[in-house]
């Protein structure tokens, strides 16, 4: 049951009306129906791994009562803190990278030529295990360092990790935004929920219209690259940045749109990325609580920017190294991972990693040269790092390099049905171009209503026409 | 509340009418699917010798060219479950039925669709539309012919807009005609179609039983017609370049299955050498010539075993 599924909407519709029926009632009874309906939700997709996350639940949350019950005893506080963390990190730890670590060790060994007998393990990897675990932390530390209090209601704390919309692939929401949230009564606003049917519009069609269809083009060409010309594979690895975009953000939009109409507002988590002028502009609007999760609870505790450079570059170096692995067990990731730690390093050193806080081209609608140069530059190199991202191995992803600078750098295999979705793409970029001052593209302030209705109409048309190209959502691996 | 309900609903009404009301006319454009059905209930009773597969078949045989009442019923892409759901469909009329040819080329015994499954799996709501192929009720996008799109349909429907005649490829006896019109002539870069046709692990495949329980239904359903598996013959970048450990594992379930029944025979013409470069459409699909010299092949094998 995906986002983009029947089933998932008929699920949405019999909850909606539940769930505001309880309106007049209790909150309480709402959570308490979230849980069920999150817990449903969890188990119908893959119910083998649901026993962890009851385990990070429980354990995050009575350590919260914990800290509490010991709030002048130090020693104590940072027991229970440390072995809450060492729970929750040991289970992501241990049904992440066990095998990846195994044979990182087995191949190390043979590097060294010993030969070793190590079996890797067959452990399946539990769906949404990477957010649940960092909601939970997140929630940990803010209570140790009694940034929030500790909730007593065990029924939204529950609510809040196992939440159906942010399960499989975020966004990673904090205590301080959704907790709080559900432990306060929601009302149902007639324009919230409007402008949140319009943002599950727009995330359908980046992910149903544009995501699905590049994977066509994307999927071919990585499944085979060494029959592949250098232009086709730089054009897969374009329509990946493209697919990837669609895939998760559109995903994102769908989860916060659904939010809204059941009275909650989630985390912000894209902002037009690929109009960014430089890396750190970019990673401040791609995956935006992840990167905050890192800076809060990683980057910051190790010094943050308030130390010198060399310790500034160790630290960026460490947040990238980490959210490569994050990503998924494969030594793509890490290097992914590194790789825009490197991009990083002439922005540290020139001290402009801070700039770029603005929004693009405010109040224009043309963009300066300038700012056309620094998009492009940084759109392609955001795509030489998802061609290592999605490449299967280090020595796939080396290939693809070597074959996009020398083989028929110039030959793309291409067909008019290509021609389409990338039409299509450019339109999407286009209407969030106008719109990129706005939380989503649909989301209209000023527009006349027959406008309104209409391009929700057409969008609406395009998603229907363009469903049944069914595609897994990439983040939902990880 | 009420507003909101009240404002979804009637978008929701005026999409599905504006919707509604196209495919209905999406539907009046005929296409081989329609075309094809409407053939076979006309002509059923007479039908001698039918024709079932995929598109090596489709554009590989061509039934003026026997000497008996046939008619080519295969479908691109088409698995053994449709041809079989369609020979069902039509089974109980078929009172002169000798003989049935179903295509076995090197991916069919791997070949299955299942509702919103991926690669050629959209076709299944052709077979819902027109054949009544039965899907889940939740299967929405199998429903429609304006759902589940593909820039193929675009450009079908652009051509029946500015020709209603032109976007048929099946004759009156369901043969396919005009591939090239459509096609690239694939001759030696057939990488990625051979790719497509390789199936990793073949040998542990689950849809191998699965199809090879179709056939022996089909065979064991037909006692008194001859059941002929027919290998279509294809070009040398094809046949040499295809992983050749699934090629003869397809080509040993064939001849055990034709092993098992006395009505049923294996044609292997994979490789044969009378069909030269002029007989290819490309490299695993044949070009009118050569739909004309297998069927001619083959119609005389029949009155052979006949």
């Known amino acids: 049951m995906d986002f983009t599924s029947v089933s998932f909407f008929l699920f949405i519709i019999v909850l909606f009306f539940l769930y505001w029926l309880f309106e007049k009632k209790s909150y309480k009874i709402q959570n308490a129906l979230i849980v069920i309906a999150s817990c449903f939700f969890y188990c119908l997709m893959d119910w083998r791994c649901f026993g962890l996350i009851v385990i990070t639940t429980l354990s995050s949350y009575y350590s919260g009562l914990l800290l509490e019950r010991h709030s002048s005893d130090i020693r104590k506080r940072k027991l229970i803190h440390w072995l809450n963390i060492i729970i929750n990190v040991s289970i992501l730890a241990f049904f992440k990278y066990c095998n990846f670590f195994i044979d990182s060790f087995v191949n190390l060994l043979n590097v060294f030529g010993c030969t070793t007998d190590f079996v890797t393990l067959n452990i399946i990897l539990p769906l949404g295990i990477s957010f649940y675990t960092f909601k939970a932390i997140s929630y940990s530390i803010d209570v140790y360092n009694r940034k929030i209090n500790p909730t007593h209601d065990l029924i939204a704390f529950t609510a809040f990790i196992t939440f159906f919309l942010e399960i499989t692939a975020g966004p990673i929401d904090r205590a301080t935004n959704l907790l709080s949230q559900l432990e306060t009564k929601r009302f149902f606003k007639y324009d919230v929920a409007l402008n949140g049917v319009r943002q599950i519009l727009w995330g359908l069609f980046k992910k149903i219209v544009i995501a699905n269809n590049c994977a066509l083009y994307v999927n071919s060409a990585f499944a085979n690259p060494a029959d592949k010309t250098g232009g086709t594979l730089a054009l897969a690895g374009i329509l990946f940045t493209i697919q990837i975009y669609g895939d998760f953000s559109g995903y994102t939009d769908i989860a916060i749109g659904v939010g809204k109409l059941f009275g909650f507002n989630l985390t912000k988590n894209f902002n037009y990325p690929y109009l960014s002028r430089n890396i750190a502009e970019f990673w401040r609007k791609w995956h935006i609580s992840l990167t905050s999760w890192f800076r809060d609870y990683i980057y910051i505790p190790l010094g943050g920017s308030r130390c010198s450079k060399w310790k500034i570059i160790r630290n960026t170096f460490i947040v990238y190294l980490v959210s490569g692995l994050w990503h998924g067990a494969n030594w793509t990731f890490v290097i992914w991972g590194l790789y825009h730690a490197c991009l990083f390093l002439p922005l540290i050193l020139t001290g402009r990693n801070k700039k770029y806080k603005d929004t693009i081209a405010d109040g224009k609608y043309i963009l300066t040269w300038k700012e056309i140069g620094q998009i492009v530059c940084t759109f392609v190199l955001v795509t030489f790092g998802w061609i290592i991202f999605r490449a299967d191995s280090i020595e796939q992803a080396g290939l693809i390099f070597s074959k996009i600078f020398t083989y028929k750098p110039l030959s793309i295999d291409f067909t008019n049905e290509y021609a389409l979705y990338i039409l299509l793409s450019i339109i999407m970029f286009v209407v969030e171009w106008f719109q990129r001052k706005q939380e989503h593209a649909l989301c209209f302030t000023k527009s006349p209503k027959w406008i309104r209705i209409m391009v929700c109409f057409i969008v609406l048309l395009c998603i229907f026409a363009f469903w049944g190209n069914e595609q897994t959502f990439i983040y939902s691996q990880f | ?306």
């Open chain 2, 1 to 306: 509340m009420k507003r909101f309900l009240f404002n979804i609903l009637i978008f929701a009404c005026c999409f599905l009418c504006f919707v509604g009301t196209c495919e209905l006319l999406v539907r009046q454009i005929p296409n081989d699917y329609s075309v094809k059905k409407n053939l076979l209930e006309k002509k059923h009773s007479n039908i001698k010798i039918l024709c079932l597969g995929n598109s090596q078949m489709y554009f590989g045989i061509n039934p003026v060219f026997f000497n008996k009442t046939a008619f080519n019923a295969a479908h691109v892409s088409e698995p053994l479950q449709m041809s079989q759901f369609i020979l069902n469909k039509f089974d109980s009329g078929l009172d002169s039925l000798e003989t049935i040819i179903i295509s076995m080329s090197i991916f069919t015994p791997f070949s299955t669709w299942e509702p919103g499954g991926k690669g050629e799996a959209w076709r299944i709501k052709h077979y819902h539309i027109y054949y009544d192929y039965p899907i889940p009720w939740y299967d929405i996008e199998d429903r429609f012919e304006l759902s589940n799109l593909n820039y193929n349909n675009l450009i079908r429907w652009k051509k029946a807009l500015l020709n209603p005649n032109g976007i048929v490829y099946s004759d009156e006896m369901g043969f396919g005609h005009n591939y090239l019109q459509y096609h690239t002539r694939d001759w030696e870069n057939c990488s990625d179609a051979i790719r497509v046709h390789t199936t990793d692990n073949y040998s542990k495949s689950p849809n191998v039983e699965y199809n090879r329980q179709i056939l022996q239904q089909i065979i064991e359903k037909h006692p008194h017609a001859n059941i002929i598996l027919l290998t279509t013959p294809c070009w040398k970048t094809y046949t040499e370049n295809v992983d050749q450990g699934q090629r003869h594992y397809v080509e040993k379930i064939s001849s055990e299955i034709a092993d098992q029944y006395e009505n049923c025979i294996y044609m292997n013409l994979f490789e044969d050498s009378r069909f030269t470069a002029e007989d290819f459409a490309d490299a695993y699909h044949l070009s009118e010539a050569g739909a004309c010299k297998l069927t001619k092949i083959m119609n005389a094998f029949l009155n052979d075993i006949q």
